[in-house]
């Protein structure tokens, strides 16, 4: 079997699922598979062994585009200079209610 | 495969609405449920955006840097919600560019209070207490409407919208404890505004033509009138609060109920604004089609530059 591919060729997918309706789907974590359709039932059988999920999506990993938390302060600048953005910026009399 | 046919599929779906469980993009749906929702979301997210320019009106001329910060954060975050309702909308089918067209072309509707003018800084204060306050009663109860996507959307939408309502609501109270003058403002912005924003929550449950089919499909989960009453209920106490007079001689507390009775709403004045003869109705329309347009040269020049990228990947793949 010399002409086996060694398993870090076959494609990475990310697996996220749906716990229930209604739910976003959550990434819960990844599998090696040749093809979606293979890595949609690897992600059923690995991951969904306790009904943990109502749907399943697989993406292949290299599809993905991801910031990196240190790529620069500005791509993720937690805006703290902006506290308005935050209702509790604002004061309301303690007379007012449903504000 | 198992071939289901459509009273099956129909069932299965009808039993999902009853179990009060939401349906998902890629599950079976009646066309007119789909086509509902496609017009309710896409008008949707068409007055999260039409609503900007009202607000917009008065970035640049907000009475501190303070305020203009705020606007600017607000109008920014209408927007973004504009955004995530037309991408939602996209879930069912529908291409953004079709929506668009629809409402370039009059055949989408949006929120009819926004065809009012923003005439004094006082209306920026009302639009945030009034308009948003009555947006989020009636998003409120939508993060139980049954599409998955939909209810998502107002769940984020409704988190970021807390602050909208309380910036307004403090510009008011800002105004009612200055000057006369400011308390008159004041005063008149909440004239004009009132009524207007008792039309948000559209016609009398009667005369609503989408409204039992949609709740019958669990889109809507609360009645127009209901909606309404609990935004009269909760809104006249914060007036009285402010000073300032709420323009409707029939309102009252109705001691049996625990509810306030108001007067009935001026529905010539909706029907006239809603079909397109308000005060602002063509300005709102022909500034987003002139924005859009105006805009076309980054679309097209962001195609361009991937177009030119593209060319380029293949070249280098080919040497």
């Known amino acids: 079997m010399t002409d086996m591919m060694p398993l870090y060729e076959v494609p990475l997918y990310e697996v996220f699922i749906r716990s229930k309706r209604g739910l976003d789907h959550r990434h819960v974590g990844s599998l090696h598979a040749e093809d979606s359709e293979q890595a949609l039932e690897y992600a059923r059988d690995v991951y969904t062994r306790r009904g943990e999920g109502v749907s399943i999506w697989v993406v292949k990993s290299s599809d993905i585009v991801a910031s990196q938390e240190g790529d620069s302060a500005s791509f993720y600048d937690p805006q703290d200079d902006k506290p308005y953005r935050h209702a509790t910026f604002y004061k309301v009399p303690d007379e007012v209610s449903n504000l | ?319």
């Not at chain 2, 068409?46 to 840097?65: D, F, K």
């Not at chain 2, 203009?68 to 973004?80: H, P, R, S, T």
């Not at chain 2, 879930?91 to 949006?110: I, N, Q």
């Not at chain 2, 805009?295 to 080919?318: N, S």
């Open chain 2, 1 to 319: 495969m198992p071939d289901f046919d459509a009273s099956e599929m129909q069932a299965r779906f009808d039993a999902r609405i009853g179990a009060e469980e939401r349906i998902e993009p890629k599950d079976w749906m009646p066309d007119a449920y789909r086509r509902n929702l496609i017009r309710q979301m896409s008008q949707h997210a068409h007055s999260e955006v039409i609503g900007m320019q009202p607000e917009g009106n008065w970035i640049s001329r907000a009475p501190t840097l303070k305020r203009k910060a705020i606007l600017l954060a607000k109008v920014q975050d209408e927007a973004g919600h504009g955004l995530y309702l037309y991408s939602a909308t996209e879930t069912l089918g529908a291409t953004r560019e079709s929506l668009v067209d629809a409402l370039h072309e009059g055949r989408a509707k949006y929120a009819s209070i926004f065809n009012y003018p923003s005439l004094t800084w006082a209306d920026v204060g009302a639009i945030g207490w009034l308009v948003d306050g009555a947006a989020i009663v009636n998003q409120i109860s939508l993060q139980r409407t049954s599409y998955g996507p939909y209810a998502r959307a107002m769940v984020r939408i409704c988190k970021e919208e807390s602050f909208h309502m309380r910036q307004g609501y403090e510009i008011m109270l800002t105004l009612c404890r200055g000057s006369n003058d400011q308390r008159a403002m004041a005063q008149d912005a909440l004239d004009r505004w009132w009524w207007p924003s008792l039309m948000m929550f559209g016609p009398h449950d009667a005369e609503s033509a989408h409204s039992a089919q949609s709740m019958q499909w669990k889109l809507k989960r609360q009645s127009n009138d209901e909606l309404r009453q609990k935004f009269v209920d909760q809104t006249v106490p914060q007036a009285e609060y402010l000073g300032i007079r709420i323009p409707d001689p029939k309102l009252r507390l109705d001691a049996a109920t625990g509810h306030y009775a108001f007067g009935e709403i001026d529905w010539r004045e909706f029907q006239r604004v809603v079909s397109g003869d308000g005060p602002c109705n063509r300005e709102r329309l022909a500034h987003h089609v002139r924005a859009h347009d105006d805009g076309a040269w980054v679309r097209e020049a962001a195609h361009a530059y991937q177009a030119k990228r593209a060319a380029r990947d293949r070249v280098e793949a080919a040497s």
